[in-house]
């Protein structure tokens, strides 16, 4: 079972709104992801990160803003709601390969269970 | 940049097989597979790496034909735990874990 966490899992807020959605893992993966997902539709990749200090935009251009502090947390946050920003997100980890014990060849992603976002 | 999934949805009886496809114009490193069920998170199913591996899950398997730039993904003898959507994410440079998804494929299952 994959340790990663997203809370919350749902929220309803009101347009110009601040709002964080959070993600930890506790796997100690180096590599963290955030992506969006609107139902019955494929993953677009957002935010991705790899390791401390290092966070980088994904394919997919998106007004929130994310930050890699400590190891284990990946919060997301959206400085003004809009009902555009209505979607699901899921935040993903994965160990880079030849990192951790056994010297792992190759990594899957874990997903957390993902934040469905409304915006009113 | 996106790999194209086909088809875009199955629909099968219990026991029968199916195969999903996933193709990319670009030169790939690997091949990751997942299945979503409705309303829950993915959930890994193998990763394929350049060079026409084939690996296996229980009554599902996937190749990687590196030439053609093509992943397919096999189910035999479907259980109707096997539904749900299939993505695969693409990974084009070694190392980088940055998967481009498809846009998935819709798999159900009847008795």
């Known amino acids: 079972e994959a340790d990663i966490y997203q809370t919350p899992r749902y929220l309803v807020i009101g347009t110009g709104k601040k709002i964080t959605l959070e993600c930890s893992q506790t796997?100690?993966?180096?590599?963290m992801y955030w992506y969006q997902q609107d139902p019955g539709m494929e993953l677009h990749l957002i935010h991705y990160s790899y390791g401390v200090n290092s966070t980088e935009k994904g394919d997919l251009s998106s007004e929130s803003t994310v930050s890699r502090i400590r190891t284990e947390h990946f919060p997301l946050t959206l400085e003004s709601a809009r009902p555009s920003h209505t979607s699901q997100y899921l935040c993903a980890s994965s160990l880079t390969p030849g990192q951790g014990a056994g010297r792992v060849r190759r990594t899957e992603s874990f997903f957390g269970q993902g934040t469905r976002l409304t915006v009113v | 940049q996106q790999p194209v999934q086909s088809p875009q949805a199955v629909i099968l009886r219990e026991g029968e097989d199916a195969v999903i496809n996933c193709s990319s114009s670009?030169?790939?490193?690997?091949v990751h597979w997942y299945r979503q069920k409705h309303g829950e998170a993915p959930v890994f199913l193998m990763i394929l790496l350049k060079g026409g591996e084939q690996k296996g899950h229980e009554k599902i398997s996937a190749s990687f034909n590196e030439k053609k730039q093509q992943s397919s993904l096999y189910l035999t003898a479907s259980q109707l735990s096997y539904s749900g959507t299939y993505f695969c994410g693409t990974e084009l440079i070694q190392g980088a874990q940055k998967l481009v998804f498809g846009q998935g494929t819709r798999l159900t299952i009847n008795p």
């Open positions: 796997m100690g993966h180096d590599k």
């Open positions: 670009k030169a790939l490193y690997s």
